[in-house]
């Protein structure tokens, strides 16, 4: 689309509309700390530093950024330059990558590049969803939650969805949900019987999205009623609007709606949500784990 025509778009009906919305059910979520999305990065760049300190790096300086809010990439670079870095390791929190979400942040690093004059070099990490500690993690989450192997537990694997048409033009983010989806049930040792994956969040309902959507996979296990469901969003790295308000206000009340129309009542330990990794000391090893090897190649050698 023709760029002013999107950003009049944008800036006139899309922000104006989606902020009144998100506004209001933000006020649901807000914690006495403040935004449990932005408290939650901030315990992580502290977690990571003292993992990076523990294993001897500690002149390794970590900091957060958003795409959409501050601090902004732009200003993280221009604080790391303050810092004395000459090279800076990109980790978007998108363990699958996507046109939209990680193409994104790399589209915001370049533009952040050339406005801050950055000197120095950095490395773009793409993504994440295979490394095995993420994927060890993800899997002692679930059974912390009370997910049991040698039940007849079910597991929904819950991913953003994205136009089919990125993928058409070579988004591989499905390839990737599947290849993560796999390995986590792998690690818990649950067969295909007992676990699937859907896809939420669609922007609009203009486009086709990648499917089959979490809402038609919670009907569809309401009405067979097979065992306890727990639902896990491996594709949020931290506990969002996304997760906190649409799980607990929207996605659950609708499988309870749906089991109660066909005739399966649930109880109150029927449907569990399993919280994302968010600001816990194994996310910190994880994402410790993922960028060490860029560390170690630029300080060690």
């Not at 819950?158 to 049930?185: M, N, R, V, W």
Request: contains cysteine; aromatic residues 12%.
């Amino acid at each position: 689309m023709n760029r002013v025509c999107w950003w009049l778009i944008v800036h006139l009906c899309i922000l104006p509309v989606r902020g009144r919305k998100s506004g209001a059910k933000y006020e649901q979520i807000w914690t006495e700390e403040g935004s449990p999305f932005t408290i939650a990065h901030e315990k992580l760049v502290h977690g990571l530093s003292a993992a990076f300190a523990e294993g001897g790096y500690g002149d390794v300086v970590v900091r957060h950024a958003m795409s959409y809010s501050d601090p902004s990439i732009q200003s993280a670079f221009k604080d790391l330059a303050g810092e004395g870095c000459s090279h800076v390791v990109v980790l978007p929190l998108y363990p699958q990558s996507a046109h939209s979400t990680t193409g994104s942040v790399h589209d915001g690093v370049e533009r952040a590049v050339k406005k801050t004059g950055w000197k120095g070099t950095y490395d773009f990490i793409d993504n994440y969803h295979d490394n095995p500690m993420y994927i060890k993690a993800l899997a002692a989450s679930i059974k912390h939650a009370g997910f049991d192997p040698e039940s007849d537990d079910q597991l929904l694997l819950s991913f953003h969805s994205i136009p089919l048409k990125d993928i058409e033009a070579g988004d591989t983010y499905e390839l990737q949900t599947g290849a993560s989806s796999l390995q986590i049930a792998s690690e818990l040792g649950i067969d295909r019987k007992r676990w699937t994956i859907g896809y939420q969040c669609r922007f609009d309902k203009g486009r086709e999205w990648l499917s089959p959507y979490t809402t038609e996979v919670l009907a569809r296990w309401a009405e067979a009623r097979e065992g306890r469901v727990f639902f896990v969003c491996p594709g949020f790295a931290v506990d969002c609007l996304e997760t906190i308000y649409d799980i607990g206000a929207e996605l659950k009340p609708f499988y309870e709606e749906k089991a109660r129309e066909a005739g399966n009542p649930i109880g109150d330990g029927d449907f569990v949500y399993v919280p994302c990794l968010d600001r816990s000391k194994a996310h910190a090893k994880v994402l410790f784990d993922v960028t060490i090897p860029y560390v170690k190649e630029r300080i060690d050698g």
